[in-house]
């Protein structure tokens, strides 16, 4: 009976860590943590010219396959060169973001 219990406290508190969301921390010896960003899927369509432009300028050979847009109306386009899979970020005025 105390495996049971042991074994079912050890996967629900393994579970839990996968459930939890992130959260930005500002400690005192200078580490930051960000948050992960919700990006919500958008038709290219509705891109910004701005963005469109500066994907064109850019990445010449590249075909956009999937937008998506941030409340912070940042723009993470999955895009295709040359065969390879890649992902870029841009702001609403086509500047680009260096993500990690």
């Known amino acids: 009976m105390k495996k049971v219990v042991l074994t079912a406290a ?11 969301s992130a959260m930005t921390l500002n400690q005192a010896d200078g580490v930051i943590m960000t948050a992960q960003e919700e990006f919500k899927e958008v038709k ?31 723009y993470k386009l999955d895009i295709t060169v040359d065969g390879a899979a890649s992902t870029v970020y841009a702001d609403k005025d086509g500047n680009w973001i260096e993500k990690k």
């Open 10 to 20: 050890i996967v629900l508190g393994g579970l839990s860590t996968f459930a939890t």
């Open 44 to 74: 290219i369509e509705e891109l910004p010219q701005a963005v469109k432009d500066a994907l064109a300028a850019d990445f010449q050979t590249a075909t956009l396959d999937k937008a998506y847009v941030n409340a912070k109306q940042e």
